[in-house]
Nanobody, 122 residues
Framework: QVQLVESGGGLVQPGGSLRLSCAAS????????MDWYRQAPGKERELVAG???????NYADSVKGRFTVSRDNAKNTVFLQMNSLKPEDTAVYLC????????????????WGQGTQVTVSS
């Protein structure tokens, strides 16, 4: 079994910054892609940023230049540094990870965290 736990969300004023973390634990052999998604009330879940195990990254156009995704493979953790936050960034932020478990080294299984709330408001 694999668990993903996000942390670092909260209330911040426009223009402020937050750093989210997502730690994976459990029967992990390796982790390939790790992504951040967000979901605002009444909207579909959208990809915010992603990173491969080798460190390649991709971003939604709406966050390019403001958000930075990074990871610590030794700690099975992915981070999202969010700067210049805007009210439209308000959402629940969720991470996912494509995990190869100790029982199956050849298949990626996608796991999701429960999410952390980010609210940008004055």
């Amino acid at each position: 079994q694999v668990q993903l736990v996000e942390s670092g969300g909260g209330l911040v004023q426009p223009g402020g910054s937050l750093r989210l973390s997502c730690a994976a634990s459990g029967s992990i052999f390796s982790i390939n892609n790790m992504d951040w998604y967000r979901q605002a009330p009444g909207k579909e879940r959208e990809l915010v940023a992603g990173t491969t195990r080798d460190g390649n990254t991709n971003y939604a156009d709406s966050v390019k230049g403001r958000f930075t995704v990074s990871r610590d493979n030794a700690k099975n953790t992915v981070f999202l540094q969010m700067n210049s936050l805007k009210p439209e960034d308000t959402a629940v932020y969720l991470c996912n990870a494509d995990v190869r478990t100790s029982l199956d080294h050849r298949t990626d299984y996608r796991y999701w965290g429960q999410g952390t709330q980010v609210t940008v408001s004055s």
